[in-house]
T-cell receptor, first 114, second 115 residues
Framework: DAKTTQPNSMESNEEEPVHLPCNHS???????IHWYRQLPSQGPEYVIH???SNVNNRMASLAIAEDRKSSTLILHRATLRDAAVYYC???????????????FGQGTTLQVKP | EPEVTQTPSHQVTQMGQEVILRCVPI?????FYWYRQILGQKVEFLVS????????KSEIFDDQFSVERPDGSNFTLKIRSTKLEDSAMYFC?????????????FGSGTRLTVV
């Protein structure tokens, strides 16, 4: 599984946008970029995923670089409830050798200040 | 929204005892997973399960571990003889059919404490 690199921690002020970066320079053409987050004392929660184009959903936006070697998760207005560990994960498309497991790194711990 | 349900939320057991952690995945999901997270550490993959058999397991998932889908709705993780180092949060996850990778849904976890 290709590796990702994220900053260990970031801070944001409440109601401001947050841009969480992720580098994945060894991404292959069939790898999807997934983002999950883990709130304190909870299981990971799906946030968003994409392949090549930028994606938006009700939780966040995902901006993917043209060369796909990096991506940015954008929270448009951070709230205190967005304080969590955010994981950027590459997952290969399903195939005979891929069972779909997710490989978690350390992620980025996001602090949101009131 | 549909949820993955895990029971119990907290289990305390004596070293050497058997434990069974239970999960009810989302009903139309076909892929099932167990992960664990030791306090303060990363979430680690244990095992994936599809079509009533294990499709992949990690090095952590040794002979002490087993999984089962006994009745088409529950998905269980059994640890035969628990060790102190098995103390962790255990998360179950599921996802739907083999298509463009949809998001996985995780349960809230079972905190296993081995004493």
């Amino acid at each position: 599984d290709a590796k990702t690199t994220q900053p260990n921690s970031m801070e944001s002020n409440e109601e401001e946008p947050v841009h969480l970066p992720c580098n994945h320079s060894t991404i292959s053409g069939t790898d999807y970029i997934h983002w999950y987050r883990q709130l304190p004392s909870q299981g990971p929660e799906y946030v968003i995923h994409g392949l090549t184009s930028n994606v938006n959903n009700r939780m966040a936006s995902l901006a993917i670089a043209e060369d796909r070697k990096s991506s940015t998760l954008i929270l448009h207005r951070a709230t205190l409830r967005d304080a969590a560990v955010y994981y950027c994960i590459l997952r290969a498309a399903d195939g005979s050798s891929n069972t779909g497991k997710l490989i978690f790194g350390q992620g980025t711990t996001l602090q949101v200040k009131p | 929204e549909p949820e993955v349900t895990q029971t119990p939320s907290h289990q305390v057991t004596q070293m050497g005892q058997e434990v069974i952690l239970r999960c009810v995945p989302i009903s139309n999901h076909l892929y099932f997973y167990w992960y664990r997270q030791i306090l303060g550490q990363k979430v680690e993959f244990l095992v994936s399960f599809y079509n009533n058999e294990i499709s992949e397991k990690s090095e952590i998932f040794d002979d002490q571990f087993s999984v089962e889908r006994p009745d088409g709705s529950n998905f269980t993780l059994k640890i035969r003889s628990t060790k102190l180092e098995d103390s962790a949060m255990y998360f179950c996850a599921s996802r739907p059919l083999r298509r463009p990778p949809y998001g996985y849904t995780f349960g809230s976890g079972t905190r296993l404490t081995v004493v």
